[in-house]
Each structure stands twice: as structure tokens, then as C-alpha cells.
């Protein structure tokens, strides 16, 4: 079987990584937050022996694609379009595309707004919902204990201050966090304090996640 490579490719404007493996049919597969697509890896693997391309990009703002400064180039829009650039710099007509996480909305927006591009859409976590009358952060708990991590990036700056602080044990946390070998945390896995208390400042759990690190991150 071929093995994974990686190369950077120009797309709507960014310059991409993405890493690939196999021959035939384009899949494409979005990760979510906080990934990139090492999370395709075992994935990759499996189609390319099921006789597909399988791609896994590193998504606008994700690893070594480019991540532009402005808050408004972040849109869903901006991200089909990566998405639609991502299938003609492959030298592709179409594809089918994949989104988990964070990158199933721009899964089921990309079938949705160019169905000419992407023949069949795989959504893996978040199913598809219409735009609807209420803006969604409206509606997210805001109280300290719970307050939606999507609220906690809303100020530019105020994220950026903390997870900053120590990029590699932000991440190694966050992962470990994420993984089936974390403790329960009382179903904190979507609120501010999961990210900034239960991850940053644990001792106990900074232990855990150094024992665990290369596990975690190597699969």
C-alpha cells in the first residue's frame, strides 16, 4: 500500500497542507476543533486500500495551512471555498467530502451550496441543521461553570492570552482531555472551565496527560 504524503497546495487564496494517500475516487475529510488531519490517519489508510484518494487538509487556521489574522475570513463560506479550491487544485471535478466535529458543517454547507462539486457528504457528529431564526451563542449557558467554549472565543484575545501561554501543554492537554483515558469531569467537555481550568491549571491532570503524551499523540 502507498504510504501518506503531505505537500501544500493554493486554494481560495491560502496556502494548504494536506496529507494523502492512495489512488482513484476523491475523499475529502474535514477535521473539527482542536485537530488537524492526523485525525484522518488511520482513515487515510483504509480508503486508500479500499481504492480511493483520501485527503485530509489541515483546515484554514489548523497546523501548517495558513491561518489569515482577520476574524472575517473564517466564515462557512470561506471555508466551502477552500473546500471547492481544494478539489480543483487536485486536479478534480468532484468528490465526496467528510466533516467531523467543527468540519461537518463545512461538510454538509459544501454539499448543500456546490452539489455540481461534492456528490455525497459524510457527517460525522454534527448532523446537518437549517439556519434558523435564533443566532446560536443567543441560546449557549454563559454562567461561569458552564459557559460554552464557542462564548469563550468570542473576544479576540482573551483565549489567545491563556491557551498561548504554553502551546504544547495546551494541546497535549486538550488531546488527553479529549481521549477515551480521561477521567469524567462532570460533563464539562463543552464549557470554558474544561478548556481553561480542568486542562490548563490541573496539576493532577498535567500529570496524567506528560505520563500519557506520546501515546495520546501518536496513536
Known amino acids: 500500500m502507498s504510504e501518506i504524503k503531505h505537500r501544500t497546495v493554493e486554494t481560495n487564496g491560502i496556502r494548504m497542507h ?24 488511520h482513515q487515510l489508510a483504509a480508503l486508500a486500500a479500499a481504492g480511493f484518494h483520501a485527503v485530509a487538509p489541515d483546515m484554514r487556521g ?35 467530502i467528510a466533516g467531523h466535529d467543527w468540519g461537518a458543517p463545512v461538510a454538509w454547507h459544501s454539499a448543500l451550496l456546490r452539489p455540481d462539486v461534492f456528490r455525497a457528504v459524510i457527517g460525522l457528529s454534527v448532523p446537518y441543521r437549517p439556519r434558523g431564526s435564533t443566532r446560536p451563542t443567543t441560546v449557549m449557558p454563559q454562567s461561569n461553570e458552564a459557559m460554552f467554549y464557542q462564548l469563550y472565543f468570542q473576544t479576540p484575545g482573551v483565549a489567545e492570552a491563556e491557551l498561548e501561554r504554553d502551546v504544547r501543554t495546551t494541546i497535549r492537554r486538550l488531546a488527553y482531555g479529549g481521549s477515551g483515558d480521561a477521567p469524567a469531569r462532570g460533563g464539562l467537555g463543552m464549557s470554558r472551565r474544561w478548556i481553561s481550568r480542568s486542562l490548563y491549571r490541573s496539576r493532577d491532570l498535567a500529570g496524567v496527560a506528560d505520563r500519557g503524551r506520546h501515546r495520546v499523540l501518536r496513536g
Open 62 to 96: 489548523y497546523g501548517q495551512t495558513d491561518a489569515p489574522a482577520e476574524i472575517e475570513s473564517y466564515t462557512l463560506l470561506h471555508l466551502v471555498g477552500d473546500m471547492v479550491g481544494l478539489v480543483a487544485a487536485l486536479g478534480e471535478k468532484s468528490a465526496v
Open 18 to 41: 494536506v496529507a494523502e494517500q492512495g489512488t482513484g475516487p476523491l475523499v475529502i475529510m474535514c477535521h473539527g476543533f482542536p485537530e488537524s488531519w492526523y485525525s484522518w490517519r
